[in-house]
């Protein structure tokens, strides 16, 4: 009977150890799955464009869905780069705003080999073209007195040519506006394999350079 206890008392001591074992190693897996550092995700550390600097200030979430914060060097808030990782590839192609060829439309010509459309509507007028597996729409306010929108376009285009966009994107898309967006209206969207990368940025010209200076 006392050597039963002994197996008994054993056994249910092994079994508690084994149990603190398990439950510290899903902890620690559950931690390493964590973001916490820019170096941990495809986003870039900074980006310079016109002028001005953005660095990551921020990062959190895990390895599959997470989010990056940058500022300027003023402190204030520009942009944000996430990753979401969703069923499939299909899923994740299908969110992303790619918008097809537009054959409606005053013709915009913005290199030899680069022609768009622009349609307006609603006081904005929008020019549209598609490059690879992207489609580019660059928008401007007609109360804008800086610039007309075949302007603004070439001025997006000219940048879309200087660095490439994400080569292993499947489908991208890239909505930009002539103004600084307070809300980071600005973004470059693309899918590879089952991710969703989405850059939002105040300016056009830092959301563009965020998305070509990403790992991915």
Do not use: C, I
């Amino acid at each position: 009977m006392r050597r039963t206890k002994k197996l008994l008392l054993g056994t249910a001591t092994g079994l508690a150890v084994l149990a603190t074992l398990g439950s510290g190693t899903l902890l620690t897996m559950h931690a390493a799955n964590n973001v916490s550092s820019v170096t941990q995700t495809a986003a870039p550390t900074t980006a310079t464009a016109d002028g001005t600097k953005v660095t990551a200030t921020k990062a959190n979430g895990t390895k599959q869905n997470y989010r990056v914060t940058y500022h300027d060097q003023t402190g204030d808030s520009q942009a944000t780069f996430k990753q979401q990782t969703l069923g499939n590839a299909q899923t994740a192609k299908d969110e992303v705003d790619y918008v097809g060829k537009q054959t409606t439309g005053a013709p915009v010509k913005l290199t030899k080999q680069t022609k768009a459309v622009a349609q307006g509507v609603m006081g904005h007028t929008y020019v549209h073209w598609n490059t690879g597996k992207w489609s580019v729409t660059a928008v401007t306010d007609n109360a804008d007195q800086a610039g007309t929108p075949e302007q603004f376009a070439k001025q997006v285009n000219r940048q879309l040519k200087r660095a490439s966009l994400p080569s292993q994107a499947k489908r991208g898309a890239v909505t930009v506006y002539s103004g600084d967006e307070a809300e980071q209206a600005n973004t470059v969207q693309w899918q590879s394999g089952k991710h969703l990368y989405t850059v939002s940025g105040q300016s056009a010209a830092t959301t563009v350079k965020l998305a070509q200076n990403s790992q991915k």
